[in-house]
């Protein structure tokens, strides 16, 4: 079994983006040197961020089974840490394209549920435009063809139509190319998936 200390942890860059992973063991020392801080996400999802103390504290508030036990303190391994001097969360959103939104429903109908060829594919306005619904995030989905024609300017009820799951906008996940040798924390893929497109859609 892994030594605690040599366990990977993720590494950000000022921006949030992704760069490395080091061992839990040179973290902590960037970590108590003032280099770097901890990031730990609540239950809602959210990022916390911990300089040494407060790590220590949260460690000795939020304990887990298996800690770092120095003389004075058990502290906790950290998953992901920020490098140091930035001063507030990113507030990098995905772009709103065609192909980030393919690549939210993962190229799947969302009425039918069907796996399509992007170029089979359309996008979807739930409410439709004449109704009032919007281009955004919230109002469009992937959809086939044929079940785009079969809702038309309807309502999904209306057509008797459900969608598979309610449209929300995409967490953003910068591009990063990052060679893993240890486990993946499920924290980190936040930081570690997709890659990203650049054309903003219009209405
Ligand atoms: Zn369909």
Redesign the pocket.
């Known amino acids: 079994m892994d030594h605690l200390l040599d366990q990977p942890v993720l590494v950000l860059n000022r921006l949030w983006q992704a760069i490395s992973t080091c061992s839990a063991r040179r973290a902590l020392l960037l970590l108590y040197q003032g280099h770097a801080q901890v990031v730990s996400m609540d239950a809602a999802d959210n990022f916390l961020t911990h300089n040494f103390f407060s790590w220590r504290d949260f460690s000795a508030t939020n304990p887990e089974p298996h800690m770092i036990q120095t003389i004075s303190m058990r502290i906790r391994v950290p998953r992901i840490i920020v490098l140091a001097l930035f001063d507030r969360l990113p507030k990098k959103e995905v772009k709103f394209t065609r192909l980030n939104v393919f690549e939210r429903d993962k190229n799947i ?6 796996f ?1 060829d992007q170029s089979s594919l359309n996008l979807d306005h739930v409410i439709p435009r004449h109704r009032g619904g919007l281009t955004t995030w919230e109002n469009i989905v992937c ?6 024609t ?1 809702k038309g300017n309807r309502l999904p009820h209306e057509a008797g139509m459900q969608l598979l799951r309610k449209p929300k906008r995409p967490k953003w996940r910068p591009f990063v190319n990052i060679t893993f040798n240890g486990g993946i924390d499920r924290s980190w893929s936040h930081f570690i998936d997709l890659a990203y497109w650049n054309v903003e859609l219009g209405d």
């Open positions: 109908c969302q009425y039918c549920g069907g399509f959809s086939c063809i044929p079940c785009n079969r």
